[in-house]
């Protein structure tokens, strides 16, 4: 597995991704708009530390959960974290999104070579998850919830706080546990898949320039996410953006899971 994260505008990166042998993580910072009440006396990199340490536990564990699940414990281990100092009730609280990959649990597919599986992924809100199938078929999946509030962009503040985790809105990782259950979910086609996980920094190669997702993977696979991100930047100062940040945290991961160890002797 590769990676690279590259801050955009702002203070500080609010993207993080980590990886192990047999999953890997991004998370997105939601950054607040100015002069909005949170309720939190934690800023947006705090919290994106507290999900993704606890994502990471539970994703590291010796029977590991359903990815689900796996979300729910991190964003409630993070909402115990902010110590009950906070007005986890507002709907500006600290928020981000999601995206996790990892092999299917259970046994190799059907037919798979050399016992691989296929991938299985989690993404909430705006992340991507891109899987590229051995049948050289490319495919993304995100959470475009967030793209079909009331009224079309630009929304205003007030619109998004309505439907912030709310039934009819869009659901985020923040402070509401629920959330995680509301997540896109699903698995490859085929096993031993090869996938990558964007923020929407990243994203943008599709959604806001137009370029093909099949185009996009196969750039990533050549030149590695370094590379990606410089593209990213190249068509931000090309072209500008319909709306957002200029230059948006930009962060990417991508690889494949290996059959599973065989067991010991």
């Not at 370029?211 to 590379?227: M, N, Q, V």
């Amino acid at each position: 597995m590769s990676f690279a994260s590259e801050q955009g505008q702002g203070p500080a990166n609010e993207d993080r991704v980590c990886a192990g042998s047999d999953w890997a993580l991004v998370i997105d910072g939601a950054t607040a708009p100015p002069a909005v009440d949170s309720g939190c006396r934690h800023g947006v990199s705090w919290l994106v530390d507290r999900l993704c340490g606890g994502l990471v536990a539970e994703l590291s564990a010796e029977r590991p959960a359903p990815l689900a699940d796996c979300l729910a414990a991190a964003i409630e281990s993070a909402r115990r974290a902010h110590g009950g100092t906070c007005d986890l009730d507002n709907p500006d609280s600290p928020s981000a999104t999601v995206a996790v990959a990892r092999p299917e649990p259970g046994g190799p597919a059907s037919g798979a070579p050399t016992g691989e599986r296929r991938v299985e992924y989690l993404v909430l809100a705006d992340c991507t998850v891109l899987l590229a199938e051995r049948s050289g078929e490319v495919a993304a999946a995100t959470d475009d919830r967030v793209e079909h509030l009331p009224g079309g962009r630009p929304y205003s503040a007030g619109l998004v706080r309505a439907h912030r985790n709310t039934e009819g809105g869009f659901w985020v990782a923040g402070a509401v546990p629920e959330a995680a259950y509301r997540a896109v979910t699903g698995v490859s086609r085929t096993a031993g898949a090869g996938f990558a996980l964007m923020t929407d920094g990243c994203a943008r190669l599709a959604d806001h320039y137009g370029h093909p997702w099949r185009r996009i993977w196969r750039f990533l696979e050549a030149e590695g996410p370094d590379s990606l991100v410089a593209w990213v930047r190249a068509e931000e100062e090309r072209r500008g953006v319909a709306h957002g940040k200029r230059h948006d945290d930009a962060t990417v991961v991508a690889g494949a899971f290996g059959a599973p160890a065989a067991e010991p002797v």
